[in-house]
T-cell receptor, first 114, second 112 residues
Framework: AQSVTQLGSHVSVSEGALVLLRCNYS??????LFWYVQYPNQGLQLLLK??????LVKGINGFEAEFKKSETSFHLTKPSAHMSDAAEYFC????????????FGTGTRLLVSP | DSGVTQTPKHLITATGQRVTLRCSPR?????VYWYQQSLDQGLQFLIQ???????AKGNILERFSAQQFPDLHSELNLSSLELGDSALYFC???????????FGPGTRLTVT
């Protein structure tokens, strides 16, 4: 079975500050890992994915994440927060055998203050 | 815009009723997934179809059923609705085998 743990249901940062959203996964097989963002009253938008190529993955809107197998982590970072980054962020895992369901974490709401 | 469409956007209905949610995947995507998002359960996988065939089932109630048609659109049928079925229902489609799924805007179901 696979699972994802997102530490911190809410993270607050100031505009221009570093964003760090934590994700730890559990998987009995090599995983695919994803970060999705959800803006209010919208669907989920794929930010970035890890599919066993480079361990440092760059996504849209300046976000990146690093896959660390030894730490079973896939934390999401952005060097400088923007007001428009305020949203809910979900980490998800699937196994690497192709067409498989996503297992989501509980989400982290990012609040950005001016 | 993900290319996945869902109708309707909002649905308000009474307990005991039956509703149908519709999803059209991205052009060419063969696999469709249904997820439920609620405050207490978070995002939960319900069911997956691949090219018209049911592929996997998750935490889907017996009152719920789904199908995928030859044109690849999918429908999720929810019957004998209860207050606790109120949630956002998302459809996602997948084309390649690298795991990434593209989500529709969702249908917000309110059961009164």
């Amino acid at each position: 079975a696979q699972s994802v743990t997102q530490l911190g249901s809410h993270v607050s940062v100031s505009e221009g500050a570093l964003v760090l959203l934590r994700c730890n996964y559990s998987s009995s097989v090599p995983p695919y890992l994803f970060w999705y963002v959800q803006y209010p009253n919208q669907g989920l938008q794929l930010l970035l994915k890890y599919t066993s190529a480079a361990t440092l993955v760059k996504g849209i809107n300046g976000f990146e994440a690093e896959f660390k197998k030894s730490e079973t982590s896939f934390h999401l970072t952005k060097p400088s927060a923007h007001m428009s980054d305020a949203a809910e962020y979900f980490c998800a895992v699937s196994d690497n055998t192709g067409f498989q369901k996503l297992v989501f974490g509980t989400g982290t709401r990012l609040l950005v203050s001016p | 815009d993900s290319g996945v469409t869902q109708t309707p956007k909002h649905l308000i209905t009474a307990t005991g009723q039956r509703v149908t949610l519709r999803c059209s995947p991205r052009s060419g995507d063969l696999s469709v997934y249904w997820y439920q998002q609620s405050l207490d359960q978070g995002l939960q996988f319900l069911i997956q179809y691949y090219n018209g065939e049911e592929r996997a089932k998750g935490n889907i109630l017996e009152r719920f059923s789904a199908q995928q048609f030859p044109d690849l659109h999918s429908e999720l049928n929810l019957s004998s609705l209860e207050l606790g079925d109120s949630a956002l229902y998302f459809c996602a489609s997948q084309g390649g085998g690298k795991g990434e799924q593209y989500f529709g805007p969702g249908t917000r179901l309110t059961v009164t």
